[in-house]
C-alpha cells in the first residue's frame, strides 16, 4: 500500500490524529511472529504487569483494553453494584464523550457537577454526595476525576488527596481518567504513583494512545478492594483482546524506560511554547482580541477568539471548537507537534487578527 495522505499536515485538532511514535511501531514489530497464548496470557502482557508494579507499586494489576472509554467504563462498572452513580465534573469525557457508554453499557448513573477549571473539589462533590440508603437516588459510590483534565488543567496530589480522603470517608471510591496521565507526570515533574496510588486513587484508566501508542490503554486497579469482577467485564464489554499482546507491548514501549515522559514532555512544551507565541503576539499588538479560558498547564491551550477568526485560522489549521457560543477554542499539541507548526500558527493567528 502507498501512503495516501500528506505527512506533511499536522494541526491542533487533537493529539489522536497523531500517528503511532516509532519506538511503539518498533515494540509491536518486536512481538511480532510466532505463536503467543490469546487472551492476555502472553509474554508481553506478563511483562506489563511488571511494568505497572515497577511504576505503581507491587499488588496493583492491569488490564489492558482497546480504548480509553472502554477502560472507563470497564473500570467504573467493576467499582459499582447496579445501583450504583458517579460523580464527575460536567466537562468529564465520561459524561459528555462517550456516547452515552457509561450509562447504557454499564448501566451507572453520572451525577455531573459544573466547574469553572474541569476540577472537582470536596466541596463540589458534595453537591452531589448525599441520599445514600435512599431507595429513590441512585447510590454516589464513586468519584472520577481525569487527569490532566478535559480542559487541559492539573490536579496536585495534594488536591486529589483531598479528595480521595472525602470520598473515602463517606464510603465512596476514587476513579482517575488518565487518558493524559503521562502529561500530567510530566508537567508536575512527578512519578505516576505519587498523584495516584499514594494519594487514594482506586483504580485508573492509564492512557497509551495519546502519548504515541497505536491504540491501547489499560485498566490498572491500584486497591483490589475496590473493584470487581474485571476478569469477566472487559470481555461483556467487548474489550477483551484476543491479540493482546500487541496493545501490551506498546504500553511496555511506552513505560519501561522513559518514553511516556518524552512524548508527553514535549507535547506539553509545545503548548506552552504556542501559549508563550499568543502573549507575546498580545503584548507586542501583533495578535488582539485573543483572550486565554484556561491556565496551560499540560499539552492543550483555551482560548476566546474574535468574531470569525475561528473559521478563518482552520483554513490552514485544524482544531475544535470547545464552545462555539463563546468563540471559545481548544488547540491540542501532540508528541509530534513540531516547533515550526506552532510558530506557523501563531503567524497565522497574527494575520488573522
Ligand atoms: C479525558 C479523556 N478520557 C478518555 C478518552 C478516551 O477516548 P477514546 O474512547 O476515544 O479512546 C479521551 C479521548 O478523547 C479523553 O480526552
Redesign the pocket.
Known amino acids: 500500500m502507498t501512503t495516501l495522505h500528506d505527512r506533511a499536515i499536522r494541526g491542533f485538532a ?3 490524529y497523531s500517528g503511532v511514535h516509532p519506538e511503539v511501531l518498533a515494540a509491536i514489530a518486536a512481538a511480532n511472529d510466532g505463536h503467543q497464548i490469546a487472551y492476555g496470557e502472553d509474554a508481553y502482557t506478563a511483562r506489563l504487569q511488571e511494568v505497572f508494579a515497577s511504576h505503581f507499586g507491587e499488588g496493583v494489576s492491569a488490564f489492558p483494553v ?7 467504563v470497564t473500570g467504573l462498572q467493576s467499582m459499582l453494584p447496579r445501583w450504583g452513580a458517579v460523580i464527575a465534573a460536567s466537562t ?3 459524561n459528555v ?2 456516547g452515552g457508554a457509561p450509562e447504557r453499557v454499564a448501566g451507572i448513573k453520572i451525577l455531573n457537577v459544573p466547574t469553572t477549571d474541569g476540577k472537582l473539589t470536596p466541596e463540589l462533590v458534595d453537591r452531589e454526595a448525599w441520599g445514600w440508603g435512599d431507595e429513590h437516588r441512585a447510590q454516589p459510590l464513586v468519584v472520577s476525576i ?1 487527569q490532566s ?2 480542559l487541559g488543567t492539573l490536579y496536585t496530589p495534594e488536591e486529589i488527596r483531598a479528595l480521595a480522603d472525602h470520598a473515602h470517608a463517606r464510603g465512596m471510591r476514587l476513579h482517575l ?1 488518565g ?2 496521565i503521562a502529561n500530567a507526570a510530566a508537567a508536575l515533574d512527578l512519578p505516576l504513583r505519587a498523584f495516584t496510588r499514594d494519594v487514594g486513587v482506586d483504580v485508573l ?1 492509564f ?1 497509551g ?2 502519548n504515541g501508542a497505536l ?1 491501547g ?1 489499560a485498566v490498572v486497579v491500584l486497591d483490589p478492594a475496590a473493584s470487581d469482577g474485571l476478569l469477566f467485564l472487559r470481555k461483556l464489554n467487548m474489550q477483551l483482546a484476543s491479540k493482546m499482546r500487541f496493545i501490551s507491548a506498546q504500553l511496555v514501549a511506552l513505560l519501561e524506560g522513559d518514553l511516556y515522559l518524552r512524548n508527553a514532555r514535549h507535547a506539553n512544551a509545545m503548548a506552552a511554547r504556542l501559549r508563550a507565541g499568543v502573549e507575546a503576539g498580545l503584548s507586542d499588538g501583533s495578535i488582539t482580541g485573543v483572550t486565554f479560558s484556561q491556565p496551560t498547564q499540560s499539552n492543550g491551550v483555551f482560548a476566546t477568539l474574535p468574531d470569525g477568526v475561528a473559521d478563518r485560522l482552520r483554513e490552514a489549521f485544524r482544531f475544535y471548537d470547545w464552545d462555539a457560543a463563546k468563540n471559545e477554542v481548544r488547540w491540542m499539541c501532540s508528541f509530534d507537534t513540531e516547533e515550526s507548526d506552532v510558530d506557523a500558527f501563531v503567524a497565522e493567528l497574527s494575520r488573522l487578527t
Request: hydrophobic share 20%; charged share 30%.
Open positions: 487533537s493529539d489522536n482497546f480504548n480509553g472509554t472502554g477502560a472507563n468529564a469525557h465520561i464523550d462517550e481525569t483534565t478535559e481518567d487518558a493524559r484508566s492512557g494512545t495519546k491504540g490503554e
